[in-house]
């Protein structure tokens, strides 16, 4: 496998070693989420499983909790840590900047601030907040700092409501179904706001978890399709990570999205299933060709990150 491409991790989190300042008084600790703040458990998992590149995001639901007042001062503090981080382990780490989407113009500065003083290289926003979805109008601000930034947005899942009552009923499995619920609803909701129609610039990534709301979708993908075909709109930017990393579903995301919308995304540490034998090993297993496997393993996270070429370039470093 000498010849196989290498892998970039879009979706792994963390948590700065100050967190528990901050925390809700619900916030978890145990089992997969005490690795968040264990940089060394990171850096070795990262080292050892052939990643070339871990790109951490921490959404507001996880340092926050879903209802909390958030100041905007915590939001840049989060983000100052990432960027240390992230210059003291380059290019192994990267960095998508805590933006808090819900907060109008001040989460469109959070974003200004973090990518162009800070040098992260996207942001990572919460698909629902406080009775709104990614693509409300108080989000905007936040969709069009992207786009001038040049920068991905990648819009996490997050709890549904009534999530205790879902998981009494289906488990784990049922709350999880909740977070793509949500993030599925952020995808049809930046379509249907009419958000991703104003920005054709701004690159936005999904979550697997969300995967059936491309079915809702596929309306706006053949039309966008046709547009293409007679010159008069450019093609898509949605995108979608290989969560589970389950082979049924990667076919399906490639068919639908095409194999340069779909990129590596774990959810570590939550998932550890994500190194780069595993990796490859299932986009082999998908019928993925050698261009379509470097395309999703590291090619399109590249792409995504183009216009900010190395991590950590920005002006205030």
């Not at 000498?2 to 879009?10: G, L, M, Q």
């Not at 528990?20 to 989420?33: N, Q, S, V, W």
């Not at 070795?44 to 995001?57: K, P, S």
């Not at 939550?270 to 090993?281: A, F, K, P, Y």
């Amino acid at each position: 496998m000498t010849d196989a491409p290498p892998v970039i991790d879009f979706h792994s989190h963390f948590r700065p070693p100050w967190w528990r300042e901050i925390a809700p008084a619900d916030a978890r600790t145990t089992g997969p989420f005490a690795a968040l703040d264990d940089v060394d458990a990171l850096v070795a998992f990262t080292r050892d499983g052939g990643v070339e590149q871990r790109v951490l995001g921490a959404p507001t639901e996880l340092l926050f909790g879903p209802d909390a007042d958030i100041a905007g001062e915590q939001i840049d503090r989060v983000n100052e840590y990432l960027a240390e981080l992230v210059a003291a382990h380059r290019p192994l780490l990267g960095g998508l900047a805590t933006v808090d989407a819900f907060a109008g113009a001040a989460g469109a500065e959070q974003a200004v601030y973090a990518i162009e003083r800070l040098g992260l290289s996207g942001i990572v926003v919460d698909s629902y907040r406080r009775g709104e979805y990614a693509g409300a109008a108080v989000t905007r601000p936040t969709f069009e700092a992207a786009a001038a930034l040049g920068v991905p947005v990648f819009v996490h899942p997050v709890f549904a409501a009534g999530s205790d009552a879902v998981g009494a009923v289906a488990g784990q499995p049922g709350v999880s179904f909740g977070r793509g619920f949500t993030n599925g609803l952020a995808l049809l909701s930046l379509l249907h706001g009419g958000t991703l129609a104003a920005l054709p610039g701004v690159d936005v990534v999904f979550t697997a978890l969300g995967t059936g709301a491309l079915l809702f979708a596929s309306d706006y993908f053949a039309d966008n399709r046709r547009a293409v075909a007679a010159g008069t709109a450019l093609p898509h930017r949605i995108h979608i990570d290989t969560l589970r990393l389950d082979v049924p579903t990667l076919r399906y995301q490639i068919d639908v999205l095409g194999p340069e919308r779909v990129l590596v995304g774990t959810d570590w540490p939550i998932r550890t299933d994500g190194t780069r034998t595993e990796v490859l090993e299932v986009l082999a297993a998908a019928g993925l060709n050698a261009g379509d496997r470097a395309l999703v393993a590291s090619g399109n996270a590249r792409r995504l990150f183009a216009a900010r070429a190395a991590v950590g370039a920005g002006d205030g470093r």
